[in-house]
């Protein structure tokens, strides 16, 4: 009976161990995907995330200020332009930026309820209602498709 006993309580053991382990995995492997996952997120949504959001994970990667270091890039000032090869001067160092012909340049700039048209794809940032209806603080005008995923 002891033994039987004895028995039980190391296959307990084991599989609690096995149970914890997959469990420790799970998280890793979920939390290496949390970048991929944000972006994507943000990236259907026509855009960047809002200034300030973290989401969980290192920076984020849209302008915000040079404080500011994405995880996959880089935020600061141009320090110098030699053909392709951009020097950016953030607060912890120096930064070599190379552009390809995939390069995509944009610009924001100021714009006006006239700027919108039906159809255009916009981000918005805002407070939602218990309806979910939306006071806007700040709409961003991205024109572009939403990724596939």
């Known amino acids: 009976m002891g033994k039987r006993i004895?028995?039980?309580?190391a296959a307990l053991l084991v599989l609690l161990g096995v149970a914890g382990g997959a469990f420790y995995a799970g998280t890793l492997y979920q939390q290496s995907r949390a970048a991929d996952i944000q972006e994507r997120f943000f990236a259907d949504r026509g855009?960047?995330?809002p200034a300030g959001f973290a989401g969980g994970g290192p920076g984020g990667n849209i302008a915000g200020g040079p404080e500011l270091v994405a995880e996959r890039?880089?935020?600061g000032d141009i320090?110098?332009?030699d053909g392709q090869v951009l020097t950016l001067s953030t607060p912890q160092s120096e930064v070599t930026v190379t552009l390809t012909g995939d390069t995509r340049?944009?610009?924001l700039v100021?714009?006006?309820l006239t700027d919108l048209q039906v159809?255009?794809?916009i981000t918005v940032r805002g407070e939602a209602d218990s309806a979910g209806n939306v006071t806007a603080s700040a709409i961003q005008i991205t024109d572009q498709a939403p990724a596939q995923p």
Not at 6 to 9: C, E, F, I, S
């Open 119 to 121: 159809g255009q794809r």
């Open 79 to 81: 320090k110098s332009i």
């Open 105 to 107: 340049i944009m610009k």
């Open 47 to 49: 855009g960047n995330p």
């Open 73 to 75: 890039g880089a935020v």
């Open 6 to 9: 004895l028995m039980l309580v």
């Open 110 to 112: 100021a714009g006006s």
